[in-house]
């Protein structure tokens, strides 16, 4: 029996295994067709051919193989030096990749072709007998399912980083006043850590998104072979544990035909980036000069070719921007499978691009995002400032009015009508009004009103479950600390 775990958990160390080269003679002509023997179209070629952009998936296959390969040595479909010569062929391989000796760009379709071309180059016979109880329709669907899987793990991972900067800046920001606005007009007092801790909740959504996704698709479709499974006394499970699946998918005519796992993290990025922009958006308004509440560090800014005097939120405009591009890779790959037949169809090759292009558009995001979070300015005076205009705390005195004087409430937002128009005429905002100016309109109004109408204690009094006063917001930060404890 071969030790086949260990050979899996070893594969970084077998990189520089001996040569084991024979130099076999193969045909590169069509090793994916017993029936055709004509030269493909060049056109046909470029059509047809993955192998330009799925060569990234090259660990993977290797992997597959090699959890592949020992099980058929395992259950003894093939014998024990035929593993041992797959085993060798294969590391060595990936040496050459890697070290960018062998030249991957063959003439052949896909990646999992140009292993087997390249493994029989080297090892004849034995390289033949690795497809044994496999097709490339389980082969593929293996393949692109580890890379989606070690992907989601690894966009997790940044979306947990970006969660804790954004814990950093709202532990400092718990009592830094900004307006809270709905409309984009100013609406009632918040405190700048809540508005971080809003982000915050849906970068956290968007990490259990991703765990759940993981936990959902975390099932091998190896040895599923076309669509039917195979007489061969395979044993998925076996090569599921060896890959680090929890088993294997239950039925195979779905397994080779399902693309939910890249659909998933295809809707999931799509979202995350959504709320990637929705940030931005915010960012870029800040940092506007009618705002002026945070300056992005010059590391994060561009100029002007002709405005000298210009400073560009060009980063977040392009985070804004990719948003687009995650939405269509979605919108794509659901086109692409929303008429197809079971079992594989060729059209299905269209599911990786979007998806590469996806996984790269959010990493890069999310790096991105975290550092300019982490380093930009926030002018917390600018902000108070302005708390000052758009009559913050008007909600405040109508439920003054409800509370201390017993004025029903719709009586009470008409009063408070009246009081803020009056505070236009003068000019001012209504916590700058005076004792004598309020109860020229509701002679009940007493001086205490006036602690209530001050922008801070309008904060603080929102103090409900959930809500912006300084108190709940360290609560929720508290709690936010206790969730990144327990996932990590
Ligand atoms: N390159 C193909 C893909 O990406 C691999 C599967 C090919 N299977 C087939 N029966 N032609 O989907």
């Known amino acids: 029996m071969l030790n086949f775990e260990f050979i899996l958990l070893n594969l970084d160390k077998m990189i520089g295994i001996k040569s084991i080269k024979r130099g076999i003679k193969v045909s590169k002509k069509k090793i994916a067709s017993a029936r055709i023997d004509t030269e493909s179209s060049d056109l046909l070629k470029v059509l047809n051919n993955s192998l330009p ?147 915050a909740s849906m970068f956290k959504r968007d990490f259990e998104r991703f765990e759940s996704s993981y936990k959902r698709n975390n099932f091998s479709p190896l040895g599923c072979a076309a669509l039917a499974g195979t007489p061969h006394p395979i044993d998925r499970d076996m090569t599921a544990s060896a890959l680090g699946f929890d088993a294997p998918t239950l039925n195979c005519l779905d397994s080779v035909s399902d693309r939910d796992f890249a659909l998933e993290i295809l ?4 979202t995350m980036m959504m709320h990637i922009s929705r940030l931005s958006e915010e960012l870029i308004l800040w940092s506007s000069s009618e705002f002026g509440w945070i300056k992005l560090s010059d590391r994060h800014a561009t100029g002007s070719s002709i405005m000298p005097q210009k400073k560009n939120p060009d980063i977040p405009e392009l985070l804004r921007g990719k948003t687009g591009r995650a939405n269509g890779n979605l919108i794509s790959l659901l086109t692409v499978m929303k008429g197809l037949p079971l079992a594989y169809n060729k059209d299905m090759q269209e599911d990786k691009e979007g998806v590469f292009d996806s996984v790269k558009t959010a990493k890069l995001s999310l790096s991105v995002l975290d550092e300019m979070l982490a380093q930009m300015g926030i002018d ?60 020229s309109i509701e002679p009940k109004i007493s001086e205490d009103v006036l602690g209530i109408l001050d922008n801070k204690a309008s904060m603080n009094a929102r103090r409900s479950k959930g809500g912006t006063a300084t108190s709940r917001t360290l609560e929720q930060i508290e709690i936010f600390k206790g969730w990144i404890k327990n996932v990590q």
């Open 267 to 270: 809707f999931n990025i799509a």
């Open 53 to 199: 952009f799925d060569k990234v998936l090259y660990l993977e296959d290797i992997k597959g193989s090699l959890a592949h390969a020992s099980m058929l040595a395992n259950k003894g479909i093939i014998s024990g030096d035929d593993f041992k010569q797959i085993n060798l062929g294969l590391n060595e391989i990936l040496e050459e990749i890697i070290s960018g000796s062998w030249d991957i760009e063959e003439d052949q379709e896909d990646i999992h072709m140009a292993i087997e071309y390249r493994l029989t180059q080297k090892i004849g016979d034995a390289g033949k007998r690795l497809h044994t109880a496999r097709s490339r329709n389980d082969q593929v669907a293996l393949d692109f399912r580890l890379y989606v899987q070690k992907e989601t793990k690894e966009i997790a991972a940044l979306l947990l980083n970006l969660v804790e900067t954004l814990l950093v800046i709202a532990s400092k920001h718990t009592e830094t006043l900004l307006p809270g606005m709905t409309h984009l007009q100013h609406a009632q007092p918040i405190n700048f850590g809540y508005h971080m801790m809003a982000y």
């Open 380 to 439: 917390k005076e600018a902000m108070e400032r302005a708390c000052n205009k758009g009559h913050l705390s008007a909600t405040d005195l109508a439920d003054y009015l409800v509370k201390k004087i017993g004025v029903p409430f719709r009586d009470a937002y008409h009063i408070v009508g009246n009081v803020v128009n009056f505070a236009e005429e003068k000019g001012v905002d209504i916590s700058e009004l005076g004792l004598s100016d309020l109860q």
